[in-house]
RNA sequence: UCCGGCGUCGUCUAAUGGCAGGACAGAGGAUUUUGAUUCCUCUUACGAAGGUUCGAAUCCUUCCGUCGGAACCA
């Protein structure tokens, strides 16, 4: 079983399975809106939505999001569901609608409306942005229609639904606060009028839902535990929260953000996309080109391979983009294991054997597969062994196989040079005929010992070369593929076309010629095409007249070699611009922050931080007020802003349960030498769990503390005979291993030796 | 500019105060009837400055950068 993945919200989920949180079930879901082709960057979703509930033996639910009728249609609905299949998941039972729900989201809105948390709002839309809302700097006013009351709201928002308002003529919002900082948050819409046709409901609505009251609703509806969504839904969490608390739904989902996926090379906005299939740019959704799931499939992409990237790629919130050079090497390495080897000529030359019998054909044995390589089982009968190659006087071989005049490194053919033609013979060219100012025909003659390949006199550094006989080769088309883009982030640049960025070179249709066995290939049968690539039949093709899409180039040591031989351009002489972080000071202490610095002698950083967090500032004050507290005020700010602060961030608590006597008493502890720095946080963490005073935290514990180099010499001889690969690397001079040392002294005297002591002994003894 | 998020090799990602690890990309080499595959070796990173600590990528402060948020879209 390959290592189950790790990340940040794996960890939390296993955290709240094992707190027994909803019973210690897991509940995720997929929730697209069927209005566009699933893409790379859902792939992700999908992954981690289905990949989290399968690993914690929960269930993921494939959910249409479908709230707005102006958009979405069942096409698209019969398509997601066919793409999250392919990519391997299933949802069983649990595929939902939105548009199932809108008599539940009304139910609820009527709720919210008696209850006064909602009111029905007539300003048009343009009107509450332009004169209401406000800006990001500053607080927006409330609504003349706030103050309606819910008597008057409920007739109102009944009268919406009963389609005797027009569209925008009306709205139902969230009474929140004109004056949040999070816009979200100042009364947003939460029903919208809509005339429409839905594609499920027909014409039984005439109001819909939107997102931001929907979403949260739904999760709740169908039991989701973890609700995960890409970033850019962050600041709508306090919303989604607000609504699931003023509904007061029974189940309470919770939702968290992760990064969504960006490939290099590729655009991945819906509206980009769309405009490209629009514009022609690409031939539609399935384009091979295209970053869809069915532009990828119809490529040759496995779903395996798609979902080792995303495995590879990870889960975290930083913003990312993803070298697609990954995702290549993904599928090269699943094609590699499953994909038949045959030639195919993508660029045919003649090549003459005169040595060779004029009208004999000969036939020679071709393994279809590398040794070591089982086909899988869905491999056709004809491709899981080997073949016959015919071998005749006139054979094709690609014209880049040949060079008049071959270059330094060259181990292909050339006059005067030998090659391997594979599984058939070495061969000599002795002559070159030209037409039209090109080579046209390439004369050699060929070693009989050499049969199938195998070098007569054991010379190993030959090159060897793909090879077709002229008679027997059939008409393939081959559209090789290339990146859609040339610019690592098209589109980046908001003052240029991105479409001028698009790769004029991305699609190239050659008229090749391949094995015989290629002419009846199904379509998605997948091949490599050996010295050249991975290749997929495509649907287009029929049977004698097959076309196959290029999924993948083979890596290519000697065009990169060849590439970095001759320069393409030149070095750019623009020297670096100076790099002058030109600072902003730091805003002045406060006269209050002051005051604190000159009184207790704290830092300037805990004095700004003491003025500024109420509750820590009152308990500094509090504790230096206390008997023997001001002796120690420095202490105090210290254990306060240093270690207190980042605890109450990490446990999102605003609340102590101790007061600044209490605070003395830990320092007083620290200071007497009874604990270490490091138990002195162990004993913060509990204070703040427990509320238990310090002391009796540390007599409950047995904390004490080890000073005594008598006592923890013996203890630092033993870890260090122990460890004896880690003290070799600290006298190999890697001096970072010291601190692991110490630490592992401190685990050994269960962390109450002190570390000052310690580092002292270990220094003395590897000196 | 306000609120929020995020800054680790070229790229993506680990580390839960104690040896900055892995993958891809890149470089070099071995094997090779695919200049492929496979195998070995190597280069390269904690945004900056302060503070707390025996010890900081990790805790605190300030600064810098970057992304998201002011749709009757999702």
């Known amino acids: 079983m390959p290592d189950s993945p790790s990340d940040f919200i794996r960890d939390m989920v296993r955290a709240d399975v094992a707190a027994g949180k909803h019973g210690g079930k897991v509940v995720t879901r997929f929730p697209p809106e069927p209005n566009g082709h699933l893409h790379i960057g859902h792939a992700k979703a999908i992954c981690v939505d289905f990949g989290v509930a399968k690993e914690f033996g929960g269930r993921c639910h494939l959910r249409m999001d479908d709230t707005n009728p102006t958009t979405e249609d069942v096409s698209y609905v019969e398509a997601i569901k066919r793409d999250v299949k392919w990519l391997g998941f299933d949802w069983g039972e649990h595929l939902y609608y939105a548009s199932d729900y809108f008599q539940r989201f009304y139910d609820l809105a009527e709720k919210l409306v008696e209850r006064g948390r909602a009111y029905v709002c007539d300003l048009p ?34 009268g919406m639904r009963d389609g005797k308002f027009k569209d925008g003529e009306k709205v139902l919002r969230a009474k929140i606060d004109m004056s949040s900082p999070n816009m979200k948050m100042r009364d947003p819409p939460l029903v919208r009028i809509k005339h429409a046709h839905h594609y499920r409901t027909g014409d039984s609505w005439c109001i819909y839902p939107l997102y931001d009251y929907a979403h949260c609703l739904e999760d709740s509806f169908e039991g989701v535990t973890h609700s995960l969504c890409t970033m850019e839904f ?29 490939l290099t090379y590729t655009v991945m906005s819906k509206r980009r996309l769309l405009q490209l299939v629009e514009q022609k740019r690409v031939s539609d959704w399935d384009d091979p080109r295209m970053p869809t799931i069915a532009g990828f499939r119809r490529r040759g992409y496995t779903p395996e391979s798609i979902r080792d990237f995303i495995g590879r790629v990870g889960v975290a919130k930083n913003l990312s983009t993803v070298d697609v050079a990954l995702l290549e090497s993904c599928v090269r390495d699943d094609l590699d ?10 660029k045919p030359l003649e090549l003459v054997i005169e040595s060779f019998p004029e009208n004999e054909v000969e036939e ?59 599984h058939g013979y070495f061969v000599t060219c002795t002559r070159v005929e030209h037409e039209g100012g090109q080579v046209s025909r390439v004369i050699c003659t060929h070693d009989p010992a050499t049969r199938g390949g195998i070098a007569s006199d054991g010379a190993k550094n030959v090159g060897t070369i793909h090879w077709l006989s002229a008679a027997h080769a059939k008409d393939v088309e081959v559209r090789v593929y290339d990146r859609l883009f040339t610019t690592e982030n098209p589109g980046s640049d908001e003052s240029t076309d991105w479409l001028l960025e698009l790769n004029p070179a991305s699609l ?33 093709g029929k049977p004698g007249a097959p076309v196959f899409n290029r999924t993948v180039a083979l890596k290519d040591a000697w065009a990169r070699q060849t590439a970095k031989a001759a320069p393409t351009k030149a070095a750019p002489l623009v020297s670096q611009p100076a790099t002058t972080e030109d600072k902003k000071p730091a805003a002045p202490l406060s006269p209050e922050a002051n005051a604190l610095v000159t009184a207790h002698g704290v830092t300037a950083g805990e004095a700004r931080v003491l003025v500024q967090d109420a509750v820590l500032g009152a308990l500094f004050a509090a504790a230096v007020a206390a008997p023997e507290g001001e002796a120690l005020a420095k202490q105090i700010a210290s254990v306060l802003v240093n270690d207190l602060l980042g605890e109450m961030r990490a446990k999102k608590i605003d609340a102590l349960p101790f007061d600044g006597k209490a605070l003395v008493e830990l320092v007083q502890l620290g200071q ?3 604990i270490s720095t490091k138990q002195s946080k162990d004993v913060l ?22 000073a005594s180099a008598d006592a923890l010499g013996p203890i ?22 010291f601190g692991a040392i110490v630490g592992l002294v401190m685990k050994q005297t269960k962390g109450q030796g002190n570390p000052k002591v310690i580092a002292d002994l270990v220094k003395e003894k590897l000196a």
């Not at 699931?244 to 996926?261: D, G, K, M, W, Y």
């Not at 703040?688 to 009796?696: D, E, F, L, M, Q």
Request: aromatic share 8%; glycine share 8%.
């Open 125 to 158: 839309d343009e009107e509450f942005g332009r004169s209401y809302r406000g800006t990001i700097t500053e607080a927006g006013k409330d609504s003349p229609y706030r103050t309606r009351t819910p008597a008057e709201n409920l007739e109102l928002f009944r």
């Open 234 to 262: 962050e600041s709508a969490r306090e919303l989604y929260d607000w609504v699931i608390s003023a509904t007061e739904v029974p189940h309470v989902p919770q939702q968290t953000e992760f990064a969504r996926l960006n």
């Open 337 to 346: 294991r499953r994909s038949p080897r045959v030639m195919c000529i993508l």
């Open 364 to 422: 020679l044995e071709a393994p279809h597969w590398p040794a070591g390589t089982e086909p899988g089982a869905d491999i056709a009968e004809n491709l899981r062994g080997s073949r016959k190659l015919p071998f005749s006087r006139t054979l094709l071989i690609d014209r880049d196989d040949f060079a008049e005049d071959p270059p330094a490194g060259w181990k292909r053919l050339a006059p005067g040079r030998e090659v391997r033609l594979r």
């Open 508 to 540: 190239t249709v050659v008229r090749a010629k391949g094995e015989p066995c290629l002419a009846q290939a199904e379509p998605s049968a997948r091949f490599q095409f050996e010295r050249v690539g991975f290749f997929t039949a495509d649907p287009d």
């Open 672 to 674: 007497a030498g009874t």
């Open 685 to 706: 963490a509990e204070m703040i769990a427990s509320g238990k005073p310090a002391r009796a935290i540390v007599e409950a514990k047995g904390m004490k503390q080890i």
């Open 716 to 737: 630092v001889d033993q870890v260090l005979l122990a460890n004896a690969d880690v003290v070799a690397r600290y006298r190999g001079g890697n001096v970072n291993v």
